[in-house]
T-cell receptor, first 115, second 116 residues
Framework: NAGVTQTPKFQVLKTGQSMTLQCAQD?????MYWYRQDPGMGLRLIYY???????DKGEVPNGYNVSRLNKREFSLRLESAAPSQTSVYFC??????????????FGPGTRLTVT | GENVEQHPSTLSVQEGDSAVIKCTYS??????FPWYKQELGKRPQLIID?????GEKKDQRIAVTLNKTAKHFSLHITETQPEDSAVYFC???????????????FGQGTILTVHP
């Protein structure tokens, strides 16, 4: 049981390049999330998927797109990377059954630098 | 949307002392309040959570209190140890219905340092 996995662990991009961050979970969770973490700003929600087939914007969605490929996988795409997107990106998942199972389990993170 | 403010941003204590971190939230519909611990270079992990129908919850050396009227909640760590050194995040969400359903809004984080 690997929990939540993310690839890659590190990435350096030049301004304007594109890339996709991959996330997968093996806990049969319904909900999945993408966060970015910047110093002094906590974790900010980029996009989330409450269940397979649905995605919604979070607090900071501009410059990103997501795909919920199936129940296990949720990818985050940067179409044209900008230096402001330099950050650590975390994927998370949760069962989020109403009135139970709210814990979000996080992946190990991807450290992205855009030059 | 929900806004969560967390204080202090840094906290330094001696081993054995108590540590208290406070958070305020803005959305009165929020009813689920977790706390996450993040060690350096690691992923955040849930350490304790509380729902709005409960005023206090304890788990060994950690406790969380909630004041719904004032819209604030606090993390209390007693008998601190060096391994408690980490960044702590509070968060708020709505666990049953509503437009915030399932989304966590995090505070800015508190860097706790426990000196031996």
């Amino acid at each position: 049981n690997a929990g939540v996995t993310q690839t890659p662990k590190f990435q350096v991009l030049k301004t304007g390049q594109s890339m996709t961050l991959q996330c997968a979970q093996d806990m049969n969770h319904n909900s999945m999330y993408w966060y970015r973490q910047d110093p002094g700003m906590g974790l900010r929600l980029i996009y989330y998927s409450a269940s397979e087939g649905t995605t919604d914007k979070g607090e900071v969605p501009n410059g990103y797109n997501v795909s919920r490929l199936n129940k296990r996988e949720f990818s985050l795409r940067l179409e044209s990377a900008a230096p402001s997107q330099t950050s650590v990106y975390f994927c998370a998942s949760s069962a989020w059954r109403e009135f139970s199972d709210y814990e979000q389990y996080f992946g190990p993170g991807t450290r992205l630098t855009v030059t | 949307g929900e806004n969560v403010e967390q204080h202090p941003s840094t906290l330094s204590v001696q081993e054995g002392d108590s540590a208290v971190i406070k958070c305020t939230y803005s959305d009165s519909a929020s009813n689920y309040f977790p706390w996450y611990k993040q060690e350096l270079g690691k992923r955040p992990q849930l350490i304790i959570d509380i729902r709005s129908n409960v005023g206090e919850k304890k788990d060994q050396r950690i406790a969380v209190t909630l004041n719904k009227t004032a819209k604030h909640f606090s993390l209390h760590i007693t008998e601190t140890q060096p391994e408690d050194s980490a960044v702590y995040f509070c968060a708020a969400s709505t666990y049953a219905g509503g437009t915030s359903y399932g989304k966590l809004t995090f505070g800015q984080g508190t860097i706790l340092t426990v000196h031996p």
